[in-house]
Protein backbone atom coordinates (compact mmCIF):
# COMPACT_ATOMS: atom_id res chain seq x y z
CA UNK A 1 0.00 0.00 0.00
CA UNK A 2 1.02 3.23 -0.92
CA UNK A 3 0.90 5.22 2.45
CA UNK A 4 0.57 8.79 2.77
CA UNK A 5 1.33 10.07 5.92
CA UNK A 6 5.36 10.20 6.27
CA UNK A 7 7.91 11.90 8.49
CA UNK A 8 11.60 12.55 8.45
CA UNK A 9 13.47 10.36 11.39
CA UNK A 10 16.29 8.73 9.17
CA UNK A 11 17.91 10.90 7.25
CA UNK A 12 21.22 10.70 8.84
CA UNK A 13 20.68 7.00 7.98
CA UNK A 14 20.03 7.05 4.87
CA UNK A 15 22.77 9.71 3.99
CA UNK A 16 25.29 7.43 5.45
CA UNK A 17 24.01 4.34 2.91
CA UNK A 18 24.51 6.58 -0.36
CA UNK A 19 28.32 7.24 0.30
CA UNK A 20 29.56 5.47 -3.18
CA UNK A 21 32.83 3.96 -3.15
CA UNK A 22 35.55 5.05 -6.06
CA UNK A 23 35.88 1.34 -7.14
CA UNK A 24 33.35 -0.97 -8.15
CA UNK A 25 32.36 -3.53 -5.40
CA UNK A 26 29.66 -6.05 -5.62
CA UNK A 27 26.36 -5.01 -4.27
CA UNK A 28 26.52 -1.68 -5.33
CA UNK A 29 25.76 -1.16 -9.18
CA UNK A 30 28.32 0.48 -10.92
CA UNK A 31 28.87 1.80 -15.05
CA UNK A 32 31.78 -0.79 -14.95
CA UNK A 33 32.37 -4.20 -17.29
CA UNK A 34 29.80 -6.37 -16.27
CA UNK A 35 28.52 -10.38 -16.54
CA UNK A 36 25.16 -9.47 -17.17
CA UNK A 37 23.42 -6.22 -19.04
CA UNK A 38 19.70 -5.22 -17.75
CA UNK A 39 17.50 -2.84 -20.12
CA UNK A 40 15.56 -2.49 -17.56
CA UNK A 41 12.59 -1.43 -20.19
CA UNK A 42 11.78 -0.49 -23.86
CA UNK A 43 8.55 -0.07 -25.41
CA UNK A 44 7.44 -0.26 -29.43
CA UNK A 45 4.89 2.21 -31.32
CA UNK A 46 3.79 -0.73 -33.57
CA UNK A 47 1.27 1.17 -35.19
CA UNK A 48 3.49 4.14 -36.32
CA UNK A 49 6.88 2.90 -37.89
CA UNK A 50 8.33 6.31 -36.92
CA UNK A 51 6.94 6.44 -33.39
CA UNK A 52 8.42 5.30 -30.26
CA UNK A 53 11.56 2.56 -30.07
CA UNK A 54 14.36 1.66 -28.03
CA UNK A 55 17.67 1.14 -28.94
CA UNK A 56 20.68 -0.29 -26.90
CA UNK A 57 24.00 -1.35 -27.35
CA UNK A 58 26.18 -4.39 -26.31
CA UNK A 59 29.96 -3.40 -25.68
CA UNK A 60 32.74 -5.81 -25.41
CA UNK A 61 35.27 -4.05 -23.06
CA UNK A 62 38.52 -6.76 -23.60
CA UNK A 63 40.25 -7.43 -26.45
CA UNK A 64 39.44 -11.47 -26.07
CA UNK A 65 36.43 -12.16 -28.78
CA UNK A 66 33.29 -13.31 -26.49
CA UNK A 67 29.65 -14.60 -27.18
CA UNK A 68 26.64 -12.61 -25.50
CA UNK A 69 23.36 -14.04 -25.07
CA UNK A 70 20.06 -11.83 -25.70
CA UNK A 71 16.91 -12.41 -24.02
CA UNK A 72 13.43 -10.22 -24.85
CA UNK A 73 11.08 -10.48 -21.53
CA UNK A 74 7.71 -9.58 -21.44
CA UNK A 75 6.88 -6.60 -18.89
CA UNK A 76 5.31 -9.21 -16.75
CA UNK A 77 8.39 -11.54 -16.66
CA UNK A 78 8.21 -14.17 -19.83
CA UNK A 79 11.08 -14.92 -21.81
CA UNK A 80 9.54 -14.57 -25.42
CA UNK A 81 12.54 -14.17 -27.94
CA UNK A 82 16.72 -15.08 -27.14
CA UNK A 83 19.87 -15.34 -29.64
CA UNK A 84 23.66 -14.81 -29.67
CA UNK A 85 25.44 -11.97 -30.71
CA UNK A 86 29.38 -12.66 -31.42
CA UNK A 87 31.44 -10.22 -30.54
CA UNK A 88 35.40 -9.47 -31.39
CA UNK A 89 37.69 -7.67 -28.99
CA UNK A 90 36.47 -4.55 -28.42
CA UNK A 91 33.46 -5.23 -30.44
CA UNK A 92 30.36 -3.18 -30.54
CA UNK A 93 26.43 -3.76 -31.85
CA UNK A 94 23.78 -1.31 -31.55
CA UNK A 95 20.53 -3.00 -32.14
CA UNK A 96 16.93 -1.04 -32.35
CA UNK A 97 14.19 -2.98 -30.75
CA UNK A 98 11.61 -2.19 -33.89
CA UNK A 99 13.98 -4.29 -35.84
CA UNK A 100 14.11 -7.17 -33.42
CA UNK A 101 10.24 -6.96 -33.83
CA UNK A 102 10.41 -6.53 -37.19
CA UNK A 103 12.30 -10.09 -37.99
CA UNK A 104 14.78 -7.25 -39.38
CA UNK A 105 17.96 -6.53 -38.32
CA UNK A 106 19.16 -7.81 -34.90
CA UNK A 107 23.08 -7.92 -34.59
CA UNK A 108 24.55 -10.02 -37.58
CA UNK A 109 27.68 -12.08 -36.57
CA UNK A 110 29.65 -14.88 -36.52
CA UNK A 111 32.80 -16.33 -35.00
CA UNK A 112 35.90 -17.30 -37.28
CA UNK A 113 34.73 -20.69 -37.85
CA UNK A 114 31.38 -19.55 -39.56
CA UNK A 115 32.67 -15.98 -40.70
CA UNK A 116 35.88 -17.38 -42.65
CA UNK A 117 36.58 -14.25 -44.67
CA UNK A 118 35.77 -12.17 -41.73
CA UNK A 119 33.21 -10.37 -43.46
CA UNK A 120 30.28 -10.51 -41.39
CA UNK A 121 32.36 -10.10 -38.14
CA UNK A 122 35.66 -8.30 -38.97
CA UNK A 123 38.39 -7.91 -36.26
CA UNK A 124 40.19 -5.13 -35.57
CA UNK A 125 44.32 -4.50 -35.07
CA UNK A 126 44.00 -5.16 -30.95
CA UNK A 127 41.20 -7.85 -31.23
CA UNK A 128 40.92 -11.50 -31.22
CA UNK A 129 38.49 -13.65 -33.72
CA UNK A 130 38.08 -16.90 -32.65
CA UNK A 131 35.94 -19.73 -33.76
CA UNK A 132 32.89 -21.11 -31.23
CA UNK A 133 31.89 -24.33 -33.10
CA UNK A 134 28.95 -24.62 -31.28
CA UNK A 135 27.71 -21.48 -33.39
CA UNK A 136 27.64 -23.89 -36.51
CA UNK A 137 24.31 -23.40 -37.62
CA UNK A 138 23.27 -20.76 -35.39
CA UNK A 139 25.25 -17.59 -36.88
CA UNK A 140 25.21 -15.72 -38.49
CA UNK A 141 21.90 -15.51 -37.66
CA UNK A 142 19.24 -16.14 -40.20
CA UNK A 143 16.27 -14.00 -40.72
CA UNK A 144 13.12 -15.82 -38.23
CA UNK A 145 10.64 -15.43 -40.39
CA UNK A 146 6.81 -13.55 -39.87
CA UNK A 147 5.59 -16.69 -37.56
CA UNK A 148 8.10 -15.34 -35.35
CA UNK A 149 7.47 -11.70 -35.85
CA UNK A 150 3.64 -12.36 -34.99
CA UNK A 151 4.76 -14.27 -31.90
CA UNK A 152 6.63 -11.19 -30.24
CA UNK A 153 4.11 -8.80 -31.54
CA UNK A 154 1.93 -10.35 -29.55
CA UNK A 155 3.68 -11.64 -26.32
CA UNK A 156 4.52 -8.12 -26.22
CA UNK A 157 1.45 -6.38 -26.41
CA UNK A 158 -0.73 -8.57 -24.24
CA UNK A 159 -2.08 -11.11 -26.84
CA UNK A 160 -2.38 -14.62 -27.34
CA UNK A 161 0.71 -16.32 -29.11
CA UNK A 162 0.58 -19.08 -31.25
CA UNK A 163 4.59 -20.27 -29.87
CA UNK A 164 2.39 -20.15 -26.33
CA UNK A 165 -0.23 -22.77 -27.63
CA UNK A 166 -2.56 -19.36 -27.29
CA UNK A 167 -1.78 -18.29 -23.78
CA UNK A 168 -0.77 -14.82 -23.00
CA UNK A 169 3.15 -13.15 -21.81
CA UNK A 170 2.30 -9.64 -20.66
CA UNK A 171 -0.30 -6.82 -20.21
CA UNK A 172 -2.81 -5.56 -22.57
CA UNK A 173 -3.04 -2.06 -22.16
CA UNK A 174 -4.64 -1.49 -25.55
CA UNK A 175 -2.69 0.58 -27.31
CA UNK A 176 -0.42 -1.86 -29.79
CA UNK A 177 2.75 -0.61 -28.01
CA UNK A 178 5.19 -3.44 -27.04
CA UNK A 179 6.62 -3.49 -23.91
CA UNK A 180 9.47 -5.42 -21.71
CA UNK A 181 12.83 -5.62 -21.09
CA UNK A 182 16.44 -7.01 -21.89
CA UNK A 183 18.81 -9.08 -20.56
CA UNK A 184 22.20 -9.73 -22.19
CA UNK A 185 24.67 -12.50 -20.48
CA UNK A 186 28.26 -14.04 -21.21
CA UNK A 187 27.98 -17.31 -22.32
CA UNK A 188 30.49 -20.03 -23.10
CA UNK A 189 28.53 -21.41 -26.31
CA UNK A 190 25.51 -20.53 -28.97
CA UNK A 191 23.02 -21.64 -26.68
CA UNK A 192 18.87 -21.77 -27.55
CA UNK A 193 18.70 -21.94 -23.39
CA UNK A 194 17.32 -19.12 -21.32
CA UNK A 195 17.71 -18.31 -17.23
CA UNK A 196 15.08 -20.83 -15.56
CA UNK A 197 16.36 -23.52 -18.22
CA UNK A 198 18.69 -26.11 -17.06
CA UNK A 199 22.02 -25.99 -18.00
CA UNK A 200 22.02 -22.22 -18.09
CA UNK A 201 23.68 -21.94 -14.80
CA UNK A 202 26.32 -23.92 -13.79
CA UNK A 203 28.57 -23.46 -10.27
CA UNK A 204 31.15 -20.87 -10.65
CA UNK A 205 30.03 -20.22 -14.26
CA UNK A 206 30.04 -23.86 -16.00
CA UNK A 207 26.87 -23.81 -17.26
CA UNK A 208 25.97 -22.19 -20.31
CA UNK A 209 26.63 -18.46 -18.71
CA UNK A 210 29.50 -17.71 -17.65
CA UNK A 211 31.84 -15.12 -15.13
CA UNK A 212 33.16 -12.78 -17.01
CA UNK A 213 32.51 -9.17 -16.59
CA UNK A 214 33.44 -7.49 -20.06
CA UNK A 215 30.47 -6.20 -21.23
CA UNK A 216 29.10 -2.25 -21.06
CA UNK A 217 26.46 -1.23 -23.08
CA UNK A 218 23.74 1.71 -23.00
CA UNK A 219 20.40 2.47 -23.96
CA UNK A 220 18.53 5.16 -25.76
CA UNK A 221 14.30 6.03 -25.08
CA UNK A 222 12.99 7.53 -28.62
CA UNK A 223 9.99 9.64 -29.17
CA UNK A 224 10.25 10.96 -33.10
CA UNK A 225 6.80 12.44 -33.07
CA UNK A 226 7.09 14.12 -29.41
CA UNK A 227 10.87 15.26 -30.23
CA UNK A 228 12.57 13.17 -27.43
CA UNK A 229 15.04 10.89 -26.83
CA UNK A 230 16.96 10.43 -23.86
CA UNK A 231 19.25 7.42 -22.71
CA UNK A 232 21.40 6.50 -19.67
CA UNK A 233 24.26 3.48 -19.68
CA UNK A 234 22.49 -0.10 -19.19
CA UNK A 235 22.37 -1.71 -15.85
CA UNK A 236 25.78 -3.50 -15.29
CA UNK A 237 25.58 -6.46 -13.48
CA UNK A 238 28.90 -8.05 -12.33
CA UNK A 239 29.38 -11.84 -11.71
CA UNK A 240 31.81 -13.36 -8.77
CA UNK A 241 32.61 -16.26 -7.77
CA UNK A 242 34.04 -16.42 -4.30
CA UNK A 243 32.41 -13.24 -2.90
CA UNK A 244 29.79 -14.59 -0.49
CA UNK A 245 27.09 -12.09 -1.31
CA UNK A 246 26.82 -14.11 -4.72
CA UNK A 247 28.62 -17.60 -3.72
CA UNK A 248 26.68 -18.46 -0.86
CA UNK A 249 23.53 -20.45 -1.19
CA UNK A 250 20.53 -18.29 0.71
CA UNK A 251 21.86 -15.23 -0.71
CA UNK A 252 19.93 -12.89 -2.92
CA UNK A 253 21.42 -12.61 -6.22
CA UNK A 254 20.18 -11.35 -9.63
CA UNK A 255 19.07 -14.39 -11.29
CA UNK A 256 17.82 -16.06 -8.06
CA UNK A 257 14.40 -16.69 -8.59
CA UNK A 258 15.95 -18.88 -11.36
CA UNK A 259 18.53 -20.76 -9.56
CA UNK A 260 15.83 -21.16 -6.48
CA UNK A 261 18.00 -18.94 -4.96
CA UNK A 262 21.60 -20.88 -5.05
CA UNK A 263 23.59 -18.30 -5.92
CA UNK A 264 24.85 -20.58 -8.89
CA UNK A 265 24.27 -16.94 -11.46
CA UNK A 266 26.93 -15.26 -9.17
CA UNK A 267 25.61 -12.45 -10.48
CA UNK A 268 25.25 -9.26 -7.67
CA UNK A 269 21.65 -8.19 -6.61
CA UNK A 270 20.35 -4.83 -7.79
CA UNK A 271 19.33 -2.13 -4.89
CA UNK A 272 15.62 -2.30 -3.27
CA UNK A 273 15.54 1.59 -2.33
CA UNK A 274 15.64 4.61 -4.39
CA UNK A 275 15.98 8.63 -4.19
CA UNK A 276 14.25 10.00 -7.52
CA UNK A 277 13.98 13.65 -8.22
CA UNK A 278 10.48 14.86 -10.28
CA UNK A 279 9.70 18.09 -11.49
CA UNK A 280 6.71 19.38 -13.90
CA UNK A 281 6.27 22.71 -14.57
CA UNK A 282 8.71 25.71 -16.66
CA UNK A 283 10.37 24.23 -19.10
CA UNK A 284 9.62 20.98 -17.91
CA UNK A 285 6.05 20.98 -19.30
CA UNK A 286 6.32 17.42 -19.88
CA UNK A 287 7.16 16.12 -16.35
CA UNK A 288 8.49 12.89 -15.19
CA UNK A 289 8.47 9.72 -15.67
CA UNK A 290 9.88 6.49 -13.89
CA UNK A 291 11.65 3.72 -15.58
CA UNK A 292 11.35 1.09 -13.70
CA UNK A 293 12.24 -2.77 -13.59
CA UNK A 294 11.12 -5.06 -10.31
CA UNK A 295 11.70 -8.80 -9.57
CA UNK A 296 8.54 -10.46 -9.52
CA UNK A 297 10.71 -13.31 -7.67
CA UNK A 298 8.55 -15.97 -9.58
CA UNK A 299 9.71 -17.67 -13.16
CA UNK A 300 6.90 -16.44 -14.72
CA UNK A 301 5.46 -18.72 -17.53
CA UNK A 302 2.91 -18.11 -20.09
CA UNK A 303 -0.64 -18.10 -18.73
CA UNK A 304 -4.06 -17.89 -19.96
CA UNK A 305 -5.33 -14.58 -21.27
CA UNK A 306 -7.68 -12.68 -19.15
CA UNK A 307 -5.97 -14.19 -15.97
CA UNK A 308 -3.56 -11.88 -14.51
CA UNK A 309 -0.77 -13.79 -12.73
CA UNK A 310 -1.03 -14.66 -8.97
CA UNK A 311 1.70 -11.77 -8.07
CA UNK A 312 0.39 -9.01 -10.43
CA UNK A 313 0.20 -6.12 -9.36
CA UNK A 314 2.94 -5.75 -7.25
CA UNK A 315 2.76 -3.72 -4.03
CA UNK A 316 5.85 -1.58 -2.48
CA UNK A 317 6.93 -1.05 0.98
CA UNK A 318 6.56 2.72 1.00
CA UNK A 319 6.74 5.76 -1.48
CA UNK A 320 7.06 9.17 0.39
CA UNK A 321 6.44 12.53 -1.90
CA UNK A 322 8.21 15.10 -0.41
CA UNK A 323 8.31 18.77 -2.04
CA UNK A 324 11.54 21.43 -2.49
CA UNK A 325 10.82 22.84 1.18
CA UNK A 326 11.33 19.06 2.54
CA UNK A 327 7.89 18.18 3.44
CA UNK A 328 6.00 15.18 2.96
CA UNK A 329 3.04 14.73 2.06
CA UNK A 330 0.21 14.73 4.98
CA UNK A 331 -2.81 12.91 4.54
CA UNK A 332 -5.80 15.06 5.79
CA UNK A 333 -8.91 13.31 7.34
CA UNK A 334 -12.08 14.97 7.75
CA UNK A 335 -13.69 14.82 10.91
CA UNK A 336 -16.53 12.60 10.48
CA UNK A 337 -17.82 8.98 10.84
CA UNK A 338 -16.85 7.13 8.05
CA UNK A 339 -13.37 7.73 7.78
CA UNK A 340 -12.04 7.48 4.32
CA UNK A 341 -10.35 4.73 3.24
CA UNK A 342 -6.55 4.52 2.94
CA UNK A 343 -5.75 4.81 -0.84
CA UNK A 344 -3.45 1.49 -2.38
CA UNK A 345 -1.71 2.36 -5.32
CA UNK A 346 0.56 0.17 -7.25
CA UNK A 347 2.28 2.29 -9.71
CA UNK A 348 5.45 0.19 -10.39
CA UNK A 349 2.96 -2.96 -10.77
CA UNK A 350 4.88 -5.11 -13.33
CA UNK A 351 8.74 -5.99 -14.29
CA UNK A 352 9.07 -3.49 -16.43
CA UNK A 353 6.93 -0.66 -16.20
CA UNK A 354 6.87 3.29 -16.93
CA UNK A 355 5.05 5.48 -14.93
CA UNK A 356 4.18 9.27 -15.21
CA UNK A 357 4.84 11.41 -11.76
CA UNK A 358 1.47 12.99 -11.17
CA UNK A 359 -0.40 10.58 -13.76
CA UNK A 360 -3.52 7.86 -12.02
CA UNK A 361 -1.07 5.66 -10.75
CA UNK A 362 1.43 7.85 -8.59
CA UNK A 363 -0.39 11.15 -7.93
CA UNK A 364 1.31 13.91 -6.10
CA UNK A 365 0.45 17.06 -5.25
CA UNK A 366 3.64 19.71 -5.53
CA UNK A 367 5.19 20.27 -9.07
CA UNK A 368 8.78 19.88 -7.85
CA UNK A 369 10.55 17.52 -5.38
CA UNK A 370 11.48 14.33 -4.75
CA UNK A 371 10.07 10.36 -4.31
CA UNK A 372 12.04 8.08 -1.69
CA UNK A 373 10.63 5.10 -3.16
CA UNK A 374 11.30 1.22 -1.02
CA UNK A 375 10.37 -1.26 -3.82
CA UNK A 376 10.79 -4.05 -0.94
CA UNK A 377 7.84 -6.48 -0.79
CA UNK A 378 7.12 -10.42 -0.39
CA UNK A 379 5.58 -11.69 -3.40
CA UNK A 380 3.13 -14.31 -2.00
CA UNK A 381 2.92 -16.54 -5.06
CA UNK A 382 6.98 -17.28 -4.51
CA UNK A 383 7.70 -20.34 -2.96
CA UNK A 384 11.63 -19.23 -3.36
CA UNK A 385 11.61 -15.37 -2.33
CA UNK A 386 15.42 -14.93 -1.22
CA UNK A 387 16.07 -16.69 1.99
CA UNK A 388 18.04 -14.50 3.81
CA UNK A 389 15.54 -12.08 3.94
CA UNK A 390 11.91 -12.62 1.92
CA UNK A 391 10.84 -8.54 2.31
CA UNK A 392 13.68 -8.15 -0.08
CA UNK A 393 12.92 -7.43 -3.30
CA UNK A 394 15.17 -5.91 -5.76
CA UNK A 395 14.48 -3.11 -8.75
CA UNK A 396 15.83 -0.55 -10.74
CA UNK A 397 14.80 3.10 -11.14
CA UNK A 398 15.47 5.55 -13.74
CA UNK A 399 13.78 9.15 -13.85
CA UNK A 400 12.85 10.77 -17.44
CA UNK A 401 12.59 14.24 -17.63
CA UNK A 402 10.70 16.33 -20.35
CA UNK A 403 10.75 19.80 -21.52
CA UNK A 404 9.08 21.99 -23.97
CA UNK A 405 8.40 19.05 -26.66
CA UNK A 406 12.13 19.13 -27.04
CA UNK A 407 14.35 18.14 -24.92
CA UNK A 408 14.62 14.94 -22.64
CA UNK A 409 17.02 13.44 -19.97
CA UNK A 410 17.35 10.69 -18.34
CA UNK A 411 19.66 8.91 -15.82
CA UNK A 412 19.49 6.36 -13.07
CA UNK A 413 17.75 6.93 -9.49
CA UNK A 414 20.51 7.50 -6.41
CA UNK A 415 20.97 4.07 -4.54
CA UNK A 416 19.91 4.22 -0.47
CA UNK A 417 20.01 0.28 0.08
CA UNK A 418 20.22 -2.93 -1.27
CA UNK A 419 20.17 -6.45 -0.15
CA UNK A 420 24.35 -6.23 1.05
CA UNK A 421 23.50 -3.36 2.75
CA UNK A 422 20.46 -4.38 4.95
CA UNK A 423 21.28 -1.04 7.42
CA UNK A 424 20.03 1.30 4.54
CA UNK A 425 16.24 -0.93 4.05
CA UNK A 426 15.00 1.17 7.25
CA UNK A 427 11.96 3.25 6.22
CA UNK A 428 10.58 6.81 7.32
CA UNK A 429 8.77 6.26 10.24
CA UNK A 430 4.79 6.59 10.16
Not at 191 to 213: E, H, K, S
Not at 306 to 323: A, E, H, I, R
Request: net charge negative.
Amino acid sequence: MLKKLLVLPLVALILVSVQRPAKALIGTIDAVPAATLLVPYFEVDLDNPSGRTTLFSINNASATAILAHVTLWSDLGVPTFAYNVYLTGYDVQTINVRDVLQGLNFGVTASAGQDPKDTISPKGAKSQDINFASCTGQLPLPNPGPDYVAHMRAAHTGGPSAFFLGKCSGAAKGDNVARGYITVDTVNNCTLRVAGQPGYFGPGGTGDVTNQNVLWGDVFYLDPGNNFASGDTAVHIEADATNPQTSVPGQYTFYGRYDAFTAADNREPLPTIFAARFINGGAFSGGTDLISWRDSKVNQQPFTCGVNPSWYPMDQTQVVVFDEQEQPVVATFPPFFPQPPSPTLVPFPGAANRTHVGGAGLPVPYSFGWLFVNMNTVVAASSTNPPEDPTLAQAWVMPVHSANGRYSVGYAALQLGNPANPVASANFGL
